[in-house]
């Protein structure tokens, strides 16, 4: 394992609350990402970091917020959650950008709201 | 933004068969990155490509960079039933200053009938 940890790994909530996910990185890596992965679309981008406290929006950020207060966590927020965020999210940790870079995916965590 | 077109979107085969499966993009990468998802697992990387016309071999696996820098293909030989999952392509461009993006592909979807 490339030392992510995403949790939770499973989740239910209702519609209108909201959810937090997180993610820990234990490579000290630069990048940080959130995907969202939906049959039929693969894996999206929501957003992603590119150091702490400086992130982007991806393709599906709408209903999204992040954070990164320090290099090994990334949080993903749903402030109110609907049925159409309904997924199976992932993280990822990069060290993009300089030679011999590669992407490595945590667990994931399925997301169910009711 | 950036799309990656990946295909075939699925494939059956027969153990012992050969497969090929491509992503081409508007877009130059300077980076290609060949990923497998199995049931329940997030993506593993699988071959990273960081130079045009770059021919990459790992086990059956082989992935080439194209030279254009607007396409890769991955090819599986010798397939096996473990073979079976969920392939994606992903490409990395610089998205502004120093900051890189990781975009991906829709999936390939391999079915493998002993």
């Known amino acids: 394992d490339a030392g992510i940890t995403q949790s939770p790994r499973h989740k239910v909530t209702e519609t209108g609350t909201p959810v937090t996910l997180r993610c820990h990185q234990t490579?000290?890596?630069?990048?940080m990402y959130w995907y969202r992965q939906d049959p039929g679309h693969g894996l999206r981008l929501i957003h992603y970091s590119y150091g702490v406290k400086d992130t982007d929006k991806g393709e599906v950020s709408d209903g999204y917020s992040v954070s990164r207060s320090k290099t090994e966590d990334f949080l993903l927020t749903l402030e109110s959650a609907t049925s159409s965020q309904t997924s199976v999210y992932f993280c990822?940790?990069?060290?993009?950008?300089?030679?011999?870079?590669?992407?490595?995916f945590g667990q994931g965590t399925r997301l169910t709201v009711v | 933004g950036q799309q990656l077109n990946q295909s075939p979107q699925s494939m059956f085969i027969q153990e012992g068969e050969d497969v090929s499966m491509n992503c081409t993009s508007s877009?130059?990468?300077?980076?290609w990155l060949w990923y497998k998802q199995d049931p329940g697992e997030g993506p593993v990387l699988l071959i990273a490509l960081y130079k045009a016309g770059e021919l990459t071999s790992n086990g059956r696996l082989t992935a080439q960079f194209g030279i254009t820098r607007k396409d890769s293909f991955l090819n599986i030989s010798a397939s096996i039933p473990s073979d079976v999952g969920i392939y994606f392509c992903?490409?990395?461009?610089?998205?502004?200053?120093?900051?890189?993006?990781?975009?991906f592909g829709k999936g390939t979807l391999l079915t493998v009938n002993p």
């Open positions: 490579e000290n890596h630069r990048y």
């Open positions: 990822a940790i990069s060290k993009l950008g300089q030679p011999n870079t590669e992407a490595f």
């Open positions: 992903a490409g990395q461009l610089r998205s502004g200053g120093s900051n890189y993006k990781l975009t």
């Open positions: 877009s130059i990468f300077n980076t």
